[in-house]
């Protein structure tokens, strides 16, 4: 074997690799692979180069999730005209044909099979105490975001979700199914989402509700839930019947986007709160200690490096004004500074200099 073919097939095992990483990458990272990721990136100058030409090519995959049969009985033109005029080829090794086939078939199959009615029901029982941030996704594809000192009670059943906040702060997204509603009690007060969005902090026997996407109904409870015994770690377990059964009690308040609201747990059931109409600006102070999932698809290093420092006491700085405009594609958590420093340490041959007060400087090497 020449010089020349061993090189080739050594660039077509670093493109199978590249791909499986993008495919891993949809799913989201675990710790472990995060690292492992990592690691493979510093091993070869090439790795990072083909992991970003299989990432470009990803978006147009993207593309065909945007037709859903439910919608229309066939593609719209538009959308494919979008993908055939540039024509986009990617050379592939035997490997990487396959994985890049699966991809296609995972977003065909998942479109042809996507519920008209939301979510699977299951009745599931989960507690968990939050011993640091927690993000947790919940078997019906809502997602909780946990506060460090949090602590919650999760019940699904055939006629509601229900969840019980015990203490502290967390942040719902809940996945929608208009007759499977969800609810949160707390205290003497329950939250009632549909699918939407909502942050609940308890503190000093107040409730403080806020609203981040859709509507919610503010409620007294109902019917009081069997209280349930929690563990510090994630368990989920299946149980014969929940004890919640959706039962509506007196409306509160009705509150929608951007709408804040406080109320104590154990006042008169007729105290009506006030409601907060909050800027954008308002809302993010509230929830800067939620570490979101960023996706960043080429975004400017600079562009990058401002949003960390808006959410984090470790503060970035650009020693070079060339780093500015370097496209960065990553998906890294807001409280992640030091991954994102791996990375462009590791990947893209970036010094880092730490100051004694703290902060990070980065340069070219």
């Known amino acids: 074997m020449n010089e ?64 859903r049969p439910e919608h229309s009985s066939d593609p ?40 008209a009615k939301g979510p699977a029901r299951g009745v599931e029982e989960l507690h968990i105490v939050a011993q640091d941030y927690v993000h947790q996704v919940l078997s019906d594809g809502s997602e909780i975001d946990m506060r460090e000192g949090a602590a919650v009670s999760i019940e699904f ?18 996945s929608k199914d208009p ?20 942050n609940l902090k308890i503190d000093s026997g107040q409730l403080e509700v806020l609203v981040t996407e859709g509507k919610i109904s503010l409620e007294n409870v109902a019917v009081e839930p069997e209280s349930l015994p929690f563990v510090s770690a994630p368990e989920k377990g299946v149980v014969e019947d929940a004890p919640r059964k959706g039962a509506k009690g007196s409306v509160l308040a009705y509150m929608s ?8 747990l154990k006042s008169d059931r007729d105290e009506k709160p006030i409601l907060q ?19 960043f698809d080429g975004v400017p290093l600079a562009e990058i490096v401002a949003r960390f420092n808006q959410r984090n006491e470790t503060k970035l700085h650009l020693a070079d004004g060339s780093l500015a405009h ?9 409280n ?30």
């Open 179 to 198: 007759d499977w509603p969800f609810i949160v009690g707390v205290g003497d007060r329950e939250v009632r989402a549909i699918g939407t969005a909502f």
């Open 277 to 295: 109409n909050l800027e954008a600006v308002e809302i993010a102070s509230i929830l800067d200690w939620k570490h979101e999932l960023w996706k």
């Open 326 to 334: 370097l496209p960065i594609v990553a998906s890294i958590r807001s």
């Open 157 to 174: 059943g055939d006629a509601a979700r229900f969840v019980r906040l015990l203490e502290g702060e967390v942040h719902f997204t809940v």
């Open 76 to 115: 719209n033109p538009d959308l494919l005209d979008s993908v055939s005029p540039r024509r986009w080829w990617i050379p592939l090794s035997a490997g990487a044909v396959a994985v890049a086939a699966a991809l296609a078939l995972f977003i065909l199959v998942s479109t042809y099979n996507s519920p």
């Open 257 to 264: 986007y951007g709408q804040k609201s406080t109320v104590s």
């Open 4 to 67: 020349k073919d061993s090189d080739s097939e050594d660039l077509d095992r670093i493109s199978d690799v590249a791909a499986s990483w993008v495919a891993k990458e949809q799913k989201g990272f675990s710790a472990e692979e995060q690292d492992a990721f990592f690691q493979w990136l510093a091993e070869d100058r090439r790795h990072g180069e083909r992991y970003a030409h299989y990432k470009k090519g990803w978006k147009a995959f993207d593309l065909l999730s945007e037709w």
């Open 336 to 365: 992640e500074v030091e991954s994102l420093v791996r990375l462009l340490d590791l990947s893209l041959n970036i010094e880092v200099e730490r100051k004694s007060n703290g902060s990070i400087w980065l340069r070219e090497k």
